[in-house]
Nanobody, 117 residues
Framework: QVHLVESGGGLVQAGGSLRLSCAAS????????LGWYRQAPGKQRELVAL???????NYADSVKGRFTISRDNARNTVYLQMNTLKPEDTAVYYC???????????WGQGTKVTVSS
């Protein structure tokens, strides 16, 4: 069982920045998808950013130009750099990884991001 641990959440004012980290207990080289999702109170979990096979990257329209997903294979870590944060970015952010050898994706426990206006 591979584990994912997120960190870096917190309280920030609108316009500020945060960097989320997701450390995996196994090598992320053998994944075919790495991503960040978020769930705001009373809403469904939604995709924020995804790195898929071939290092293709996709972002939710709401975060394009403000958020950047990246990976460090040597550290088995995925990052989400969040700039120009808005109150509507407030949510619990979850890291997801899908290893090729595993039938199901793995999820972290989530890290809370609160953006004050």
């Amino acid at each position: 069982q591979v584990h994912l641990v997120e960190s870096g959440g917190g309280l920030v004012q609108a316009g500020g920045s945060l960097r989320l980290s997701c450390a995996a207990s196994g090598s992320i080289v053998s994944t075919n998808a790495l991503g960040w999702y978020r769930q705001a109170p009373g809403k469904q979990r939604e995709l924020v950013a995804l790195i898929s096979s071939g290092d293709n990257i996709n972002y939710a329209d709401s975060v394009k130009g403000r958020f950047t997903i990246s990976r460090d294979n040597a550290r088995n870590t995925v990052y989400l750099q969040m700039n120009t944060l808005k109150p509507e970015d407030t949510a619990v952010y979850y890291c997801m990884a899908k290893w090729r050898a595993q039938p199901l994706a793995s999820w972290g426990q989530g890290t809370k991001v609160t953006v004050s206006s």
